[in-house]
């Protein structure tokens, strides 16, 4: 099987464990949303501002360069394995001891017991990044996305079951770190690998080029994420942060889900014709068109249908976020273009690239995110955070572009038609929603509304015969023959 059809049966297979899991993943946010209180979330987002900080460090890279690199052998697997578990567990213990520590910065006794709760996962995480990485390096995402749809699952119905009796934030502590251990073993089953005995410092110096360039890079990143959550944290309180931190994660869902389809899968593909650009070039910008012909319309939509959409399915004590989603939406359709251009970088082996791109674009980001926290309410920081966004977007293409030959305008131009069309769906829908008589439901007022928008999006893209909506029709009719026969013989 050649590199195309490796490529779009993975993308087909993360497509239906990606739509899978958001299915999963949203009515179970449904469900603790409604039994939980934002101050709940707040207190998570509060302990994963350090917490994911350190996972950085915890996996230091070296997943993402076994995928990468073309000669790995049993003692790069082995060296990798235990380094990241003397690395997990120095951190679990770390993190355990001065959890009070960080209850005493962010003002809020509560955080105690989740940050030494939540420590774990560091040596949780740690036990799985080398049959991870071997799973996606032989692009085995059938099972990868069989592993997370049942750990999503499981482990969602220990976080609901907990809420219901009254947990509170432990049940989203509870659900995050069942997902982990549930998953543990299955990747292990699944990628029928065994570590041996064997620490080589060479194998490990080997691998150390790629993986530290990158784990800089992620560090530099990571703060640009998560400085909004740890300075709303710091000034306005874990409410706020709360429902700051819903807003954000209700923005990702659509973005993360739909990248994630194919981001498992481009990397690997695209490393394995690391030194053909032009073909690389010619994939990559096929992907992003593809990409956005998804995430356009749903972000888009979601700025038109924001309030029968927290109000209807969340309820009024959400209604705070409704204005949020609208500024960060137009965040999300940036995302959409700038966050896949790390498959480049990664692919043609750049990390250093990559990693000083992060200290000027991330630092803008704080920047940003330090004016608006200074403004005074986490919508100022929002609006500084869609405006930082805007400014980047032009550089955040051109200059991994720089490493394939691909210009700026070449990735650019041929989405225009789709943002166009997402947005004449965008203000049809929210004015038809305004015309809906106020005695409706909300949630009725949101099924009209997202009905509405489908048919006005998909009869706009035929009519107007944009290219990637036949390239979507295309690999859809190529590649579901094959994923329902798949799908028969396993249930047989």
Partial sequence: MNLRHHTIKGVAWNTLGRISNQVLQFGLSVILMRLLQPADYGLLAMAWVVIGFAGIFNEFGFGSAIVQRQDIDAQHLSSVFWINI????????????????????????????????????????????????????????????????????????????????????????????????????????????????????????????????????NVINYWARRSDDLLIGKFMGSTSLGIYSRAYALMLLPITQVISMVSGVMFPALSSIQHDKQRIKSIYIRVIQVIAFFSFPMMLGLVATADHFMLGIFGPKWAGVIPLIRILAFVGVLQCIGNPTGWIYLSQ????????????????????????????????????????????????????????????????????????????????????????????????????????????????????????????????????????????????
């Fill in 349 to 492: 082996g750049k990390t250093n690239w990559m990693f000083w791109w992060g200290v000027f674009g991330s630092g803008s980001v704080v920047v940003a995110i330090i004016v608006g926290v200074w403004m005074g309410s986490i919508y100022t920081v929002a609006w500084a955070y869609l405006f930082i966004n805007i400014l980047l977007s032009y550089p955040v293409v051109a200059i991994p572009g720089r490493l394939i030959g691909m210009k700026w305008i070449e990735v650019y131009r041929p989405l225009l038609p789709t943002f166009l069309i997402s947005a004449s769906m965008a203000i049809i829908v929210y004015f038809a929603g305004m015309a809906l008589p106020a005695a409706w439901p909300a949630i009725w007022k949101l099924v009209i509304q997202v009905m509405l928008g489908a048919g006005i999006y998909f009869t706009l893209m035929w009519w107007w015969n944009i290219p990637v909506f036949h390239m979507v029709r295309a690999l859809v009719a190529e590649y579901r023959p094959v994923i329902m026969k798949k799908l028969m013989i396993q249930r047989v």
């Fill in 86 to 217: 003397a690395i997990g567990a120095g951190f679990t213990l770390l993190f355990f001891m001065t959890a009070g520590w960080m209850a005493n910065f962010f003002h809020t006794a509560g955080l105690k017991p989740v940050m030494q709760w939540l420590s774990f996962s560091f040596l949780i995480g740690g036990l799985g990044i080398v049959p991870g990485a071997l799973l996606q390096k032989q692009m085995r995402f059938d099972l990868i996305n069989q592993i997370s749809v049942a750990t999503t699952f499981l482990s969602g119905c220990i976080g609901v079951y907990m809420a219901y009796r009254g947990y509170g934030v432990m049940s989203l502590v509870a659900q995050s770190l069942s997902n982990s251990l549930i998953g543990l073993p299955l990747m292990f089953i699944a990628s029928r690998w065994k570590p041996r005995l064997v620490l080589s410092w060479k194998h490990v110096r080997q691998l150390f080029s790629f993986s530290a360039y990158l784990t800089g890079f």
